[in-house]
């Protein structure tokens, strides 16, 4: 019997399928090599489809049926309070401040309320500490406490807004609320040997605790303790609303939501130089559009938290989903920031269309962290903006960031990586282009300029321990760089 001739079928058979394997696996291994990188900007539109404004009941309640007087001296802190509660109790809708001024001491919304500010209309905060008692949960730069009562303040509510053409008045100054910052090298009023936060059982206490992990209801401070009030704080809430209203005079942080979700920020004009007086800080929240703003402040215009130290890994929620556009920037430490509270970690932050302009910018983007804080930033995408004048830098990132002595070493490593800026314009590159300054352990990572054009910059770069630069299409005071130098 002929064996030979009856193998071949099966020989041929066996052949074949090694042959089609052998393709499959070299076309599977080819498509995975030649795929393309997702382009990050169309993250940007699913971002934006999951934000909406929130709604509200067609229903007004003005504060005068509840007792407001617009002299500017009644305190119509009760008015607002009843007003608010028949609003909410009914259904939800607008609580009215017609035209004057309102003085008051703080406001606490609740669920389906939109507070409205008409065109002329003006609410005062009082400047007496002891007016925003009882004492609430809230924050102090990056560290949960049980602090005064944020002048705008709600907790745990959903479906709220502040909106109109009025103007909300902090009325802090180098008499009130301001001094308390504490020795500085501006002028807010302090003079040596008053109390301050930086006093041994204020701030430095409560970095203690934070870091101790002492539970929040036993962090009471308050009276005796000069930790200024946030201006505008929803903590925990969903679907907010900011828009078209001016603020001014704040004591501390302007606009902070935290641990919110479906946040919108909305033509909001804020003009305020006091210490820390950051322009709006998003921390630990999620799905935040900021659009149409414009910033003039004595901190950084945006800056994008997500707590501080050992308080943002304890409570570990990143901020992502953060997305600024069509915005003005004039005077502010830092344009669009991420840090230096950011333990967290943050991602996926999208910056478009926006103009920074002033011999007061210190930096048009700015990264700042340290081995303290560690955190990861993965996501930072600029694209279409004009600057004017900027002092220092146009990006400028640090993992060796510094501001209380002794607070910034540490063994939490933190990563920054994929940042991108393209179809950037500069008139007035101030010190550096890029300033950048990693840590050996962990380099920034991937730094792209695309299309960017910057004039009247003293150098180029100062660059530390920075992987994967690249400059496409890039020129620094009219010449092209392909390379760092």
């Known amino acids: 019997m002929n064996f030979t001739n009856k193998r071949k079928p099966f020989i041929l058979l066996f052949s074949a399928c090694i042959l089609l394997t052998l393709l499959f696996s070299c076309n599977a291994n080819k498509t995975i090599n030649t795929s393309k990188e997702v382009d990050p900007w169309l993250q940007l539109e699913q971002i934006l489809k999951t934000i909406k404004e929130p709604t509200f009941k067609n229903a007004d309640y003005s504060i005068l049926a509840y007792g407001a007087v617009a002299d500017g001296k009644t305190n119509c802190t009760e008015a607002f309070k009843k007003a608010i509660k028949a609003c909410t109790e009914n259904g939800g809708g607008r609580v009215i401040v017609p035209v004057g001024k309102f003085f008051t001491g703080p406001i606490h919304l609740d669920n389906n309320v939109n507070l409205h500010l008409e065109e ?19 924050s102090f730069e990056g560290m949960e406490l049980m602090n005064y009562s944020p002048l705008i303040y709600a907790k745990n509510k959903k479906n709220i807004a502040i ?11 180098k008499t009130n609320w301001w001094p308390w910052k504490g020795k500085t090298s501006e002028d807010y009023g302090y003079v040596q040997g008053q109390p301050s936060q930086l006093d041994s059982l204020n701030l430095p206490a409560l970095m203690k605790m934070a870091n101790d992990n002492v539970p929040v209801e036993k962090r009471v401070f308050g009276n005796g303790h000069y930790l200024r009030s946030n201006f505008i ?9 900011i828009k078209d209203v001016k603020i001014i005079n704040a004591p501390f942080w302007i606009i902070h939501p935290i641990k919110c979700n479906n946040v919108i920020v909305d033509g909001v004009n804020i003009d305020s130089h006091g210490p820390n ?25 945006i800056a994008i938290k997500a707590g501080r130290d050992n308080e943002g890994r304890r409570v570990g929620i990143m901020s992502e989903n953060i997305v ?31 103009f920074m302009d002033s011999p007061q910018l210190d930096r048009a983007i700015r990264l700042k962290t340290n081995t303290k804080r560690g955190g990861v930033v993965d996501g930072l995408y600029v694209r279409n903006i004009q600057v004017g004048k900027v002092k220092e830098a146009v990006l400028h990132i640090t993992m060796n960031y510094s501001v209380y002595a002794g607070q910034r070493d540490g063994d939490f490593i933190p990563k920054i990586k994929n940042i991108v800026l393209e179809n950037i314009t500069v008139k007035d590159g101030g010190k550096y282009a890029i300033f950048a300054d990693g840590i050996e352990s962990s380099p920034i990572e991937n730094i792209t300029f695309k299309n960017v054009k910057i004039e009247n910059v003293k150098k180029n770069f100062m660059l530390k321990h920075v992987t994967n630069l690249k400059l496409i299409d890039t020129y620094i005071n009219n010449q092209k760089i392909e390379q760092a130098d």
């Open 120 to 138: 002329g209309a003006e609410i005062l905060f009082s400047t007496n500490p002891n007016d925003f008692y009882p004492l609430v949960h809230t």
């Open 163 to 173: 909106t109109g053409k009025g103007i909300l008045n902090g009325q802090a100054d």
């Open 233 to 241: 704080e929803p903590f925990e809430c969903q679907n907010v609303l």
């Open 277 to 301: 007086n950051d322009g709006c800080d998003p921390e630990y929240s999620k799905n935040v559009l900021i659009q149409n703003c414009t910033f003039n402040t004595g901190d950084d215009c």
């Open 324 to 354: 600024v556009r069509n915005c003005k920037m004039i005077d502010g430490h830092g344009g669009v920031v991420i840090g230096s509270e950011m333990s967290a970690g943050v991602k996926n932050v999208f910056v478009e269309n926006c």
